[in-house]
């Protein structure tokens, strides 16, 4: 079974450019949540998605943004940017979301760098 | 509100030493506890889970981990380092109403040869 796979995986913008973000989930999956990894704020936890519907939402501004479709694909977007967005953003799928047990299973991440 | 402590931002052991990862959480109701490790340039793999039942709970590449009701925590262990455990190591805690996961800071495991 193929792995969550994220694209692209690199990604150099300039400030006040918009950027997609993509995430296929494994196979059968149908909650995904997106995080935010830089070296000085750890992880943290942009939204989660299943069915979907957003279900749950980090504390962070309006400019990120997301979604998921019938496949459970999902994208978030991220717009103005600025240069305190740059960071590795990762995506995690997982079985379903009410069942809280399920491990996530985490794609490689996307590597943003805003100059 | 719900949270997850790792206190060490970081952990040096020798090679072939016992070695600890600390964790402690706050959540209202039963919690899912969660450790994944992640390494250099990598996504975050999945080590183990407690759910229920037996306390120590054992994971892949060698690890386990004890959840303490009464002392909050779920430290990861091993008795035995290896050089390629050398990685980030997170805690996470799944409770509450909304389910949603809490995440540690990370502890950057080191272990020396």
């Known amino acids: 079974k193929a792995g969550v796979t994220q694209t692209p995986r690199y990604l150099i913008k300039t400030r006040g450019q918009q950027v997609t973000l993509s995430c296929s989930p494994i196979?059968?999956?149908?909650?995904v949540s997106w995080y935010q990894q830089t070296p000085g704020q750890g992880l943290q936890f942009l939204f989660e998605?299943?069915?979907?519907?957003?279900?749950n939402k980090g504390n962070f501004p309006g400019r990120f943004s997301g979604r998921q479709f019938s496949n459970s694909r999902s994208e978030m977007n991220v717009s103005t940017l600025e240069l305190g967005d740059s960071a590795l953003y990762l995506c995690?799928?997982?079985?379903?979301?009410?069942?809280?047990?399920?491990?996530?299973?985490f794609g490689p991440g996307t590597r943003l760098t805003v100059l | 509100a719900q949270s997850v402590a790792q206190p060490e931002d970081q952990v040096n052991v020798a090679e072939g030493n016992p070695l600890t990862v600390k964790c402690t959480y706050s959540?209202?109701?039963?919690?899912?506890l969660f450790w994944y490790v992640q390494y250099p340039n990598r996504g975050l793999q999945f080590l183990l889970k407690?759910?229920?039942?037996d306390n120590l709970v054992k994971g892949s590449y060698g690890f386990e981990a004890e959840f303490n009701k009464s002392q909050t925590s779920f430290h990861l262990k091993k008795p035995s380092a290896l050089v390629s455990d050398s990685a980030l190591y997170f805690c996470?805690?799944?409770?509450?109403?909304?389910?949603?996961?809490?995440w540690g800071a990370g502890t950057k495991l080191i272990i020396k040869p």
């Open positions: 998605y299943f069915s979907e519907t957003q279900r």
């Open positions: 996470a805690v799944r409770g509450g109403s909304n389910y949603q996961l809490i």
């Open positions: 959540v209202s109701g039963n919690p899912y």
């Open positions: 995690a799928s997982s079985l379903a979301l009410r069942t809280s047990y399920n491990e996530q299973f």
């Open positions: 196979s059968g999956h149908r909650s």
């Open positions: 407690y759910i229920t039942g």
